[in-house]
């Protein structure tokens, strides 16, 4: 069984930062494509941040580009998420996702496995 377990969230002032953690168990991680969604208080889910099977490759959605930052250890089966200059229109439950696939997936519907989420507030 495939387990995907946050931790890292919390209450932050704006301008804070923060990391998320993601660690994977119950399937070879090293060979999937790994992702952050978020979904904020009445609005749509959406993929923040997506990194390739290697770590080669990464996407950020455009409000986050510049200050998030994803990145993989394949030997500690985790994903991370560095979060800085946080804005309150972050706020959010923040997701952490895996996918058979090896590349760069945008839409949750590409991936088989999820987190139980994390909350993040960030203060005004």
């Known amino acids: 069984q495939v387990q995907l377990v946050e931790s890292g969230g919390g209450l932050v002032q704006a301008g ?3 990391r998320l953690s993601c660690v994977v168990s119950g399937h ?3 060979s999937n494509a790994m992702g952050w969604f978020r979904q904020g208080p ?3 889910r959406e993929c923040v941040a997506a990194i390739s099977w290697s770590g080669d ?4 959605v455009d409000s986050v580009k510049g200050r998030f930052s994803i990145s993989r250890d394949n030997a500690k089966n985790t994903v991370y998420l560095q979060m800085n200059s946080l804005k309150p229109e972050d706020t959010a439950v923040y997701y952490c ?3 058979r696939g090896i ?3 945008l839409h949750e519907k590409w991936y088989d496995y999820w987190g139980q989420g994390t909350q993040v507030t960030v203060a005004s």
């Open 28 to 30: 070879t991680f090293r």
């Open 57 to 60: 490759s990464t996407y950020y």
């Open 103 to 105: 590349g760069i997936l």
């Open 42 to 44: 009445g609005k749509e």
């Open 16 to 18: 804070g930062s923060l």
């Open 97 to 99: 996702a895996g996918s």
